[in-house]
């Protein structure tokens, strides 16, 4: 067995599901952040028991092949991205093979039944809203995203993947803080004020969003306003209240507008989305094209009958299939979603219902028949009330978008083992340089 804190050589010859190298040393794995296959390394055991060890890097004896150098000066300590040292081919490989695992570990399918990764062009400067945490070190601000497994705030000078226009907000706030120190909240002690700054862009409109998350109320100060507007595309800024200590959400509905217009506003296939504070809206803004135009082409809805797009958010999705013509109708549970999705329909004229409810509320109360049904869920998938639902209600098609290929793996074992047949899986990387895809799946019922 490894010994703890004593260090040894190994190959990478795998990755593990978060995208650490793996390392087998007399049959024993040893998982190893930004390390990736290929490489040859000296590690140091950080924690070791019967089944697993972990390890961190001291030197990297030889290169892998398909390492590349990080343009993010702290990518090997942020959370945000964990393969930025992996080259982008080599980055699909491993989310293709991890993709098969996931689907594998719960239905029966082969690698040739994944279509390839639809890979990102622009690689780099995708993210249209981040949340990042605050904290202080010797009186010092540090803005950033937590260390992997800990919440020790790693400072972001400049962060590569998100957007100028967003990233221009850290200085400026930076530079406002040092002016005016209000205190950041405390995570030990549970004392300070200021505790997450969230960040929205827009980048069809120019238009920028920031929300201010704070443990008390916080009359925002006329100096905060000021130093914003430096920025041309700053159209709103809110404060969030978040006063549970124990709790690291960092959006809440205890929302006010402080500053400037309640939306931004975002275009897609010529449609207008109004964008609130936590409204849902796909994180990728170089790409969002894309992936709904491969989603409509997957599904390819011809009109009939009704189309419900459930967990529909702000419409993005429904407005689009809308103007197909047909009956469409869009639910979430969330009314600051819906409103905006109505804002849009309205605005131009575009047939679709919106309904505030749960997914599977709806899918319970209501049928239609010869109907083809839309989900693209949280993280944690489907609600089981909602499978049922679905199963019972017995739709001719299902389309089903997820961002966790191990909980679309077990609700797509459901619906197989109902008699849905999987006609097309097409994965997208939304998540450049991270260990994620965004998964578009097409199911349908035989003699429907």
Request: proline residues 7%; positive net charge.
């Amino acid at each position: 067995m490894l010994k703890k804190n004593h260090s040894y050589q190994a190959h990478i010859s795998d990755q593990s599901p978060i995208g650490s190298g793996i390392a087998t040393l007399k049959g024993h794995p040893i998982h190893i952040p930004n390390s990736i296959p290929g490489d040859i390394i000296q590690f140091k055991v950080i924690k070791t028991s019967s089944q697993i060890s972990y390890g961190r890097i001291i030197k990297i004896i030889q290169k892998s092949p398909h390492r590349v150098t990080p343009p993010c000066k702290i990518a090997s300590t942020c959370g945000g991205c964990q393969l930025q040292h992996q080259s982008n081919s080599a980055q699909h490989e491993f989310k293709s093979k991890q993709l098969l695992r996931d689907l594998q570990a719960h239905i029966n399918i082969n690698a040739s039944d994944i279509q390839a990764i639809i890979a990102a062009k622009h690689p780099w400067g995708y993210r249209n809203k981040m949340q990042l945490a605050l904290s202080e070190d010797n009186g010092q601000l540090k803005i950033g995203l937590y260390a992997s497994r800990s919440h020790r705030v790693i400072d972001m000078p400049h962060c590569p993947i998100m957007h100028d226009e967003m990233a221009q907000v850290l200085p400026i706030f930076k530079e406002w803080h040092r002016q005016h120190p209000i205190p950041i909240f405390n995570e030990k002690t549970h004392q300070g004020t200021l505790r997450y700054l969230t960040l929205r862009y827009a980048p069809q409109h120019q238009e920028l969003m920031v929300i201010l998350t704070t443990a008390a109320p916080f009359p925002v100060p006329e100096s905060l306003i000021k130093a914003l507007k430096q920025l041309p595309a700053f159209k709103s800024l809110y404060i969030c209240k978040q006063a549970d200590p124990q709790s690291d959400q960092v959006l809440t509905a205890e929302l006010s507008l402080a500053w400037g217009t309640p939306h931004i506003q975002e275009t897609l296939f010529e449609t207008t989305h109004p964008l609130s504070p936590t409204a849902f809206y796909q994180g990728n803004a170089k790409l969002i094209e894309t992936l709904y135009e491969t989603w409509i082409k997957i599904i390819n809805w011809n009109g009939e009958g009704c189309l419900l797009d459930l967990y529909c958010g702000t419409g993005t999705s429904t407005l689009a299939f809308a103007r197909k013509g047909g009956q469409v109708i869009g639910v979430d549970q969330h009314p600051a979603a819906i409103q905006n999705a109505k804002r849009s329909a309205q605005l131009h004229q575009i047939n679709a219902q919106f309904v505030c409810e749960t997914a599977e509320s709806y899918l319970s109360q209501h049928k239609h028949p010869n109907s083809s049904i839309l989900v693209d869920p949280p993280r944690s998938g489907l609600h089981p009330a909602l499978i049922q639902a679905l199963i019972q209600h017995a739709p001719a098609t299902i389309g089903y978008m997820s961002c966790s290929a191990k909980t679309l793996a077990r609700d797509l074992a459901f619906l197989v083992s109902a008699g849905y047949h999987i006609d097309q899986i097409q994965p997208i990387d939304m998540f450049s340089h991270t260990p994620h895809l965004e998964i578009m799946v097409r199911l349908s019922r035989p003699n429907s």
